[in-house]
């Protein structure tokens, strides 16, 4: 396969990374089931009783991050996510 059409499908899937960040950033108060559904879809891995509030931002929409169990982060989260990122069990962030 061509560099050029790698290129082509990694944008392709960067983008629909991103939707799904969009998506969940739009998301209402009311609507967390909608929120924990979209990022089971987006990280690579999240367990159980984790909670981000919106605003969430990352490179590839949380791609390549994998969270324990209990983990919350407050609003604003900000991850460079271009290479993988590991948070343990019950991790608290506060920003």
């Given at each position: 396969?061509?560099?050029?059409?790698?290129?082509?499908?990694?944008?392709?899937?960067?983008?629909?990374?991103?939707?799904?960040?969009?998506?969940?950033?739009?998301?209402?108060?009311?609507?967390?089931?909608k929120r924990t559904k979209l990022l089971k879809e987006m990280?690579?891995?999240?367990?159980?009783?984790?909670?981000?509030e919106p605003p969430f931002h990352s490179n590839w929409g949380?791609?390549?991050?994998?969270?324990?169990?209990?983990?919350?982060?407050?609003?604003?989260?900000?991850?460079?996510?271009?290479?993988?990122?590991?948070?343990?069990?019950?991790?608290?962030?506060?920003?």
């Open positions: 396969m061509s560099s050029c059409l790698l290129n082509f499908f990694s944008q392709i899937k960067f983008t629909a990374c991103l939707e799904k960040l969009y998506d969940f950033n739009a998301t209402r108060p009311l609507e967390g089931e990280f690579a891995e999240i367990g159980d009783g984790c909670y981000i949380g791609h390549h991050v994998h969270f324990g169990k209990n983990v919350y982060a407050n609003f604003g989260l900000t991850l460079v996510d271009d290479t993988h990122i590991y948070v343990g069990d019950h991790t608290m962030w506060s920003l």
